[in-house]
């Protein structure tokens, strides 16, 4: 990929990534728990609502008429070539779809900025039935705002030790050969819980939880992730440990703990 530098108001970006969330949040909030809402299943045997497909559509809108330049990698509508020297924007319109379409509330819109390299340089996270919405942006720090209401910075947390650690995850699908490891594993750490989603990583984020693993995953399921939880202070890596959200898992973690866990779940 062309490595140039690209001259980027990151602040303007945020400003609108975040008007991208309002309108994908009025989109979703009026389709969650509605009566006619329609599921239909997609050839990889997952669900997809009109909700889903609304929101994606609305969001390219938007982004094709202010930000005509860049590239738009999403969920349900697919990836154009990624090889030239453009910004391309990673959006997972409703990550928790098996959530959104049960009235579970665990459930967000996923908004991440990749520079042509293919780093995230900002991401925005917005779950509107929790009442929250995460933000961050390369160099400016990650926060969250509750009720649309004052940001506040957050930061991961200071577990040094798996023994001690709180470890979230989504289940004990896809984890293949590791699966066996990642079961013994619980037994020898402080606490687990199947937050899964983004939730999970939101809360290593935060520092509510230490360390968040998913075995397959996406990269509109990570992009908007990976960016909150390293400017919170964190790592986020795939299985393997290779940094960012082009890998096909999600570790995120406090830093502290990473080579840790890797070293067992290799
Ligand atoms: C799913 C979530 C989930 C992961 C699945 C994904 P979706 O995304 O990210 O945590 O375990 O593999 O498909 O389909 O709800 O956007
Ligand atoms: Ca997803
Ligand atoms: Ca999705």
């Known amino acids: 990929m062309n490595t140039s ?41 997952t669900p997809v609502t009109d909700a889903d497909k609304a929101t994606e559509v609305a969001i390219r809108n938007a982004i094709a008429a202010e930000r005509p330049d860049d590239v738009i990698v999403g969920e349900e509508f697919g990836s154009p070539d990624l090889s030239g020297d453009k910004y391309f924007w990673v959006i997972d319109p409703i990550d928790g779809t098996k959530n959104f379409l049960r009235g579970v509330p665990t459930w967000a819109t996923l908004i991440g ?80 819980r199947g937050m899964g989603d983004f939730w999970s990583h939101m809360l290593v984020a935060e520092g509510a939880v230490d360390l968040a693993v998913e075995p397959s995953l996406a990269l509109w399921d990570m992009a908007a992730l990976d960016i909150v939880v390293r400017e919170a202070g964190g790592t986020f890596t795939n299985i393997a440990g290779v940094a960012g959200p082009h890998g096909a898992s999600a570790i995120s973690s406090n830093g502290l703990l990473h080579q840790e866990f890797l070293n067992v779940i290799k």
């Open 5 to 45: 530098s690209h001259s980027r108001d990151l602040v303007a970006d945020l400003a609108f990534a975040h008007r991208l969330a309002d309108l994908a949040d009025s989109l979703t909030m009026d389709r969650y728990q509605a009566l006619d809402l329609v599921i239909e299943t997609k050839p990889d045997a």
């Open 113 to 192: 900025l990749a520079n042509p390299d293919g780093e995230i340089v900002l991401g925005v996270v917005s779950s509107p039935a929790l009442f929250r919405r995460w933000h961050a942006a390369l160099g400016h720090g990650a926060f969250v705002s509750l009720n649309r209401g004052a940001e506040k910075r957050i930061h991961v947390s200071s577990v040094k030790a798996l023994g001690d650690a709180s470890i979230a995850y989504s289940d004990l699908e896809g984890w293949g050969d590791k699966r066996e490891a990642f079961i013994e594993l619980q037994n020898h750490v402080w606490r687990t």
